[in-house]
């Protein structure tokens, strides 16, 4: 069975740490998102990756960035945490061969700024 | 740009109730759309793809339908069960296909036993 798995279901920070969100898939697919949801706002798309070593900003990277060292992996980087960076941050993957199969996510990271 | 619209943004039906789900996008310049399912506190998950050239698909009691030309897609929800409380989303993958879905808000549905 396909897989995105997330390295943390709930993750508690301190303002002003650094903070590594991490994204595992099992499928092989080429591209990656990282996504925030936030209720009122729905999801949002903060960076994607169409390859390893490639990272394009999506519609709110302003406070964050990534790293995409191996095909597999997907990390999201917090440089300096900030209390409105509260959010459930969701991970995704899909197959840039075969645009006909769906987008898969994991589980979810609810993260909490104090 | 691209924008998804689902209304209502929750619902309520009783059990046993068949209902629509409503999705309107307002570029048809799509390469396919797909309805996710999301229960509270997890990631999404894909119930339904449809291709652009494709009217509907089907999947056990759930329906989706697309109408590109007019920018609207619908899931048919088949004799409803409290299972099925959760929030559906509809995305669209816009021309030329590889590139980022675009997500409705989504509709937070609830089936009363």
């Known amino acids: 069975d396909v897989k995105v798995t997330q390295s943390s279901r709930y993750l508690v920070k301190r303002t002003g740490e650094k903070v590594f969100l991490e994204c595992v898939q099992d499928?092989?697919?080429?591209?990656m998102f990282w996504y925030r949801q936030d209720p009122g706002l729905g999801l949002r798309l903060i960076y994607f990756?169409?390859?390893?070593?490639?990272?394009e900003k999506g519609d709110i990277p302003e406070g964050y960035s990534v790293s995409r060292e191996k095909k597999e992996r997907f990390s999201l980087i917090l440089e300096s945490a900030s209390t409105n960076q509260t959010s459930m941050y969701l991970c995704?993957?899909?197959?840039?061969?075969?645009?006909?199969?769906?987008?898969?996510f994991g589980d979810g990271t609810r993260l909490s700024i104090l | 740009k691209q924008e998804v619209t689902q209304i209502p943004a929750a619902l309520s039906v009783p059990e046993g109730e068949n209902l629509v789900l409503n999705c309107s996008f307002t570029d048809s310049a799509i390469y396919n759309l797909q309805w996710f399912r999301q229960d509270p506190g997890k990631g999404l998950t894909s119930l339904l793809l449809?291709?652009?050239?494709?009217r509907e698909q089907t999947s056990g009691r759930l329906n989706a339908s697309l109408d590109k030309s007019s920018g609207r897609s619908t899931l048919y929800i088949a004799a409803s069960q409290p299972g099925d409380s959760a929030t559906y989303l509809c995305a669209v993958r816009p021309f030329p296909g590889n590139t980022p879905l675009v997500f409705g808000k989504g509709t937070r549905l609830s089936v009363i036993a």
């Open positions: 449809i291709q652009s050239s494709q």
């Open positions: 995704a993957s899909s197959s840039q061969q075969d645009l006909y199969q769906p987008q898969h």
């Open positions: 499928m092989d697919h080429e591209n």
């Open positions: 990756s169409y390859d390893v070593k490639m990272k």
